[in-house]
T-cell receptor, first 114, second 113 residues
Framework: AQKITQTQPGMFVQEKEAVTLDCTYD???????LFWYKQPSSGEMIFLIY??????QNATEGRYSLNFQKARKSANLVISASQLGDSAMYFC???????????FGKGITLSVRP | DSGVTQTPKHLITATGQRVTLRCSPR?????VYWYQQSLDQGLQFLIQ???????AKGNILERFSAQQFPDLHSELNLSSLELGDSALYFC????????????FGPGTRLTVT
């Protein structure tokens, strides 16, 4: 069975600094995908970034990058130059094989300080 | 705005009642997914439809059912509601061949009293 673990307590970062949100995963399937979603206080889920297990390079999307370390089964999200609007809950998720369903971690709260 | 719409935004109902949540996927998306987000269970996958047919099933209770119609909109029916069914229900959609990109709707917040 697949599992996503997000154990960091609430994270705080100063505006304009970089922050890393941790995610570890567990699966026996060699084919999988890893995702990060942002959930602001308004409640919607916003897709941020995707990394496939066979992708050779770490995914990047604007200020977001995914630090994918396959041997350690970690998929940390790095947000560069934090903005006040980045304050939200962040979820790491995974899908495995041909299965489209996403398995989510419990989420991490990020607060950006001015 | 993801392009996925969900109605209603909020729903308050009593135990034992039945409700229907509606989702319209992004234009061109054939897959619809339903997720439940509650404080104790977190975010859980319920069910997926692809072009009208059930594709995958997750932790969906027997009291819950869903369907996807020919125009690709989907409905999630929740019956014999219990207090524990209070949650945020999300619909997501994805394009054929790109199911790794699931775009979520704004959610329907269900409160069972």
């Amino acid at each position: 069975a697949q599992k996503i673990t997000q154990t960091q307590p609430g994270m705080f970062v100063q505006e304009k600094e970089a922050v890393t949100l941790d995610c570890t995963y567990d699966t026996s399937d060699p084919s999988y995908g890893l995702f990060w979603y942002k959930q602001p206080s308004s409640g919607e889920m916003i897709f941020l970034i995707y990394q496939g297990s066979y992708d050779q390079q770490n995914a990047t999307e604007g200020r977001y990058s995914l630090n994918f370390q396959k041997a350690r089964k970690s998929a940390n999200l790095v947000i560069s130059a934090s903005q006040l609007g980045d304050s939200a809950m962040y979820f790491c998720a995974m899908r495995t094989g041909a299965n489209s369903k996403l398995t989510f971690g419990k989420g991490i709260t990020l607060s950006v300080r001015p | 705005d993801s392009g996925v719409t969900q109605t209603p935004k909020h729903l308050i109902t009593a135990t034992g009642q039945r409700v229907t949540l509606r989702c319209s996927p992004r234009s061109g998306d054939l897959s619809v997914y339903w997720y439940q987000q509650s404080l104790d269970q977190g975010l859980q996958f319920l069910i997926q439809y692809y072009n009208g047919e059930e594709r995958a099933k997750g932790n969906i209770l027997e009291r819950f059912s869903a369907q996807q119609f020919p125009d690709l909109h989907s409905e999630l029916n929740l019956s014999s509601l219990e207090l524990g069914d209070s949650a945020l229900y999300f619909c997501a959609s994805s394009r054929a061949g790109r199911d790794y990109e699931q775009y979520f709707g704004p959610g329907t917040r269900l409160t069972v009293t």
